[in-house]
């Protein structure tokens, strides 16, 4: 039975897409069949980060719609032998997808991955209550900003409540030259306000920027700092 695993975060653009590409990558790398799925709707982009784009036919809403089985729109990636692709709609929102639709989809997916990674929309009230409803997991991306770290304090309060079991979180962007000084939260503050275990931290790092803009993700680059980060990461979530 594979786990589901949320990356999800409070606020927009804190890495949940970058982080949901590169623990897949690393987690099949550490032999398991991993599915991610995008459930940014209408935004999704986790197709560019794996250069996948070009080889999307079906989507998640053609599953719901009928046009398609389930097996047609899961795509697996070409280098990546283990992590498989399945993506929403590029445009539109799926209309009328409930909790329980997504639960059960959930089901699905667990009887035919190890891992089902989630690549979240900002997690608002509403939308939250639809996608995790379910989940197993929840890795929230917090980056070094006051507003950010709030909001995932709040993100994680919701997820209690919603019945996510299992909740941790990451810290994204950290940037050595202002991490020390007093004008931006820094990790000893983040680690006594977030109330879940911290799981890993990823540094600012333009390799990774060009890495998700060239579709290769950075945790293909076996031996270096941001692949074992991410490799540590898939390890602990999946222990
Ligand atoms: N550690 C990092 N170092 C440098 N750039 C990064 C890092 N993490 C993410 N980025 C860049 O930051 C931007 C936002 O990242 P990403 O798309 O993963 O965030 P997101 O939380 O999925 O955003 P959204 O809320 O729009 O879905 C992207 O341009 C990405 O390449
Ligand atoms: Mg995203």
Redesign the pocket.
């Known amino acids: 039975m594979g786990k589901v695993l949320l990356c999800c ?1 409070g606020s ?7 982080f949901a590409v590169n623990i897949s990558v690393a987690a099949a790398g550490q032999g398991l069949n991993v599915l991610l799925l995008d459930l ?1 709707m209408g ?1 999704r ?1 986790a197709d560019i980060y794996l250069g996948m784009e070009d080889r999307i036919l079906f989507d998640l809403g053609d599953v719901v719609s009928g046009l398609c089985r389930l097996d047609k729109a899961i795509i697996k990636h070409d280098l990546c032998s283990g992590l498989s692709l399945l993506s929403c709609p590029q445009y539109r929102e799926i209309e009328g997808m409930t909790a329980g639709h997504v639960s059960a989809l959930y089901n699905t997916l667990r009887d035919r991955f190890d891992l089902v990674v989630v ?1 979240c ?2 997690s608002v009230t509403g939308v939250l209550r639809v996608f995790a409803s379910g989940a197993d997991a929840a890795l929230m ?1 917090t980056v070094p900003d006051f507003s950010s770290v709030r909001n995932t304090e709040a993100l994680c309060e919701k997820l209690e409540e919603i019945g996510v079991a299992e909740r941790y979180y990451a810290i ?2 950290i940037d050595r030259q202002y991490s020390d000084s007093d004008n931006v939260p820094g990790i000893n503050f983040i680690t006594r306000s977030i109330n879940a275990p911290l799981v890993g931290m ?5 390799a ?2 060009i890495c ?2 060239s579709g290769i993700p950075a945790a293909f680059a076996e031996g270096s700092d941001t692949a074992r980060r991410f490799a540590d990461i898939a390890a602990r979530i999946t222990a």
């Not at 927009?12 to 970058?18: A, E, F, I, L, V």
């Open positions: 975060s927009g653009g804190t890495g949940k897409t970058t940014n935004r982009n690549d929309p900002v991306l994204n962007r990823v540094t600012e790092d333009p990774i920027h998700n803009n």
